[in-house]
């Protein structure tokens, strides 16, 4: 019986190796029959021939399902908000919503060419408004009954101003958008829903939202010279945390010309820090100002064990400007974003905080830099998160006058189906990876960096001036008392929200 199946085994084994040798021939004539092919696959092995990354599987293009809809022309027209007449903050302009034409240049165009095919499919123009004061713009055009705009694109810090006095419709009301498509930001439905209403998304639309995401940067050359430990490798084992980033930074810092004080255009400082950073280090170490019940309404969250052990490093980080340089210290007297870029160009800098959008400020930096998530706080924390930074970072919102909203969502669903293939890939591989990221290890924290983000509705909506202070209450180490006489004020604003978005829906 063993010799009979043994026999039944081998002959099975040899019919196996006859079929692959078959398999094998056949697609050898395929190749001969379909040179082009052939060429390319040739192609694709010699480009992964000294790599010994896995093969990288390609996104299933989805669309919004949607029918092309005749709209005769109609002029779909964005408002949105210029920082042209401020110093320092031309940058934070739009250049996700609008292309005049195609340029050479990645975003531009992908932008231009998104725009072409959603008008094409229902035959309307794409326009774009910029004013400088877009909150009074909203609120002077719905209060006139105007539907002069179909969208508004207010910034996170301007979205309660807007909304609590019935300017803007909520989302979950506009009809053709599916927020449980992929082209939508999860984390902000999450976050910033209000008993079940939404008055801003963010989504692929958009790429002002990933310039404004947070992170840190490092000077290679600094880091080399004091012979610190590889910020990647911390980051990789888990223990970035903010004593590890404390501790190197302070261990960096020279008084460069010996005068004895530390200034920031004359020496070499820890860390470049700003003003953002309280609520930045609140989200990236798992606290929150506030969070939301069960019903979705915001509660007070900042009265935490958590939040207090954050709130010392930060106060050690404030106390400290012999190590840690504030740039807003200095605002109005220079550009403090050029002497932001200075200072890392001139190696006079180990960390700086940064919004996303400043690495392409240091295009022409010859040192390398790197990129890295904000610090945990203790490597206990599972996941690094990043913060979306409500001053820069911009959202999608719909007017609340009379208008097609069957249309509004229509396109807007498709505007940001299309951009996730087209504008997102500009934005990432294009520009961010291929014109200023030095190393891999950069494009692997980028990974990191935008794909946990996270909310802190307490930030955005600034409840009771409380986020306004922190600063203060960690420079002078007052932060529990700050909080206690804060709190009130804080819940008469979270009632106050409350009960407005229910009287809007």
């Not at 606290?287 to 069960?294: E, N, P, R, S, Y």
């Not at 954050?310 to 007297?333: C, R, W």
């Not at 804060?486 to 009287?503: L, S």
Request: hydrophobic content about 35%.
């Amino acid at each position: 019986m063993i010799k009979i199946k043994k026999i039944i085994v081998m002959f099975f084994l040899v019919l196996l190796l006859l079929l692959s040798f078959s398999a094998c021939k056949n697609n050898e004539n395929a190749d001969d029959d379909n040179p082009t092919d052939s060429a390319t696959d040739a192609q694709n092995h010699e480009d992964n021939t000294d790599s010994d990354e896995e093969p990288v599987t390609e996104e299933i293009r989805l669309s919004s399902e949607l029918e092309a809809v005749d709209f005769d022309g109609y002029n779909f027209t964005f408002l949105t908000r210029t920082w042209s007449s401020q110093t320092d903050w031309e940058e934070w302009d739009h250049r996700d919503i609008f292309a005049e034409e195609v340029m050479s240049e990645p975003i531009i165009d992908a932008v231009y060419n998104r725009n072409k095919k959603i008008e094409e499919k229902y035959n309307i123009t794409i326009t774009e408004v910029p004013v400088n004061d877009l909150t009074a713009t909203i609120r002077k055009t719905v209060g006139a009954g105007d539907n002069n705009y179909d969208v508004v694109c207010p910034h996170l810090n301007e979205i309660m101003t807007i909304s609590q006095v019935g300017n803007l419709i909520d989302l979950f009301e506009v009809p053709n958008i599916d927020f449980e498509k992929i082209w939508w930001n999860q984390g902000c439905i999450r976050d910033l829903s209000i008993g079940g209403r939404l008055f801003i998304i963010q989504g692929d639309l958009l790429i002002l939202d990933n310039d404004a995401m947070e992170a840190m940067i490092f000077n290679k050359t600094v880091l080399q010279a004091n012979e610190l430990e590889d910020p990647y490798n911390i980051v990789r084992s888990g223990e970035w945390t903010f004593d590890k980033y404390i501790e190197m930074a302070k261990g960096a810092s020279k008084d460069l010309n010996g005068d004895g004080k530390m200034y920031i255009k004359d020496d070499l400082f820890g860390s470049i820090v700003q003003g953002d950073i309280p609520t930045s280090f609140i989200v990236s170490g798992g606290a929150k100002i506030c969070g939301k019940d069960a019903d979705d309404y915001p509660v007070i969250t900042f009265n935490t064990d958590r939040c207090y052990s954050i709130m010392e490093k930060l106060a050690d980080i404030y106390s400290d400007p012999d190590n840690f340089v504030n740039l807003h210290t200095y605002y109005g007297q220079f550009g403090i974003y050029d002497e932001q870029v200075k200072m890392m160009e001139e190696n006079r800098a180990l960390f700086s905080w940064i919004r996303m959008r400043i690495v392409e400020r240091l295009r022409g930096m010859n040192t390398d830099f790197g990129i890295i998530p904000l610090p945990k706080l203790d490597k206990e924390q599972e996941n690094y998160i990043t913060n979306m930074n409500a001053w820069t970072g911009a959202g999608v919102s719909v007017p609340n006058v009379d208008n097609d909203f069957e249309r509004t969502g229509m396109i807007l669903e498709d505007l940001c189906a299309e951009s996730r293939y087209t504008l997102q890939p500009a934005f990432y591989e294009i520009n961010l990876v291929g014109k200023f990221i030095r190393d891999d290890d950069s494009r692997e924290m980028l990974d990191i960096i935008l794909n946990n983000t996270a909310y802190d509705i307490g930030y955005i909506y600034n409840f009771g001036n409380f986020t306004s202070n922190l600063g203060d209450y960690c420079a002078k180490k007052t932060y529990a008392s700050g909080f206690e006489k804060a709190e009130p004020k804080m819940q008469k604003d979270i009632d106050k929200t409350i009960d407005a978005y229910e009287k809007i829906g």
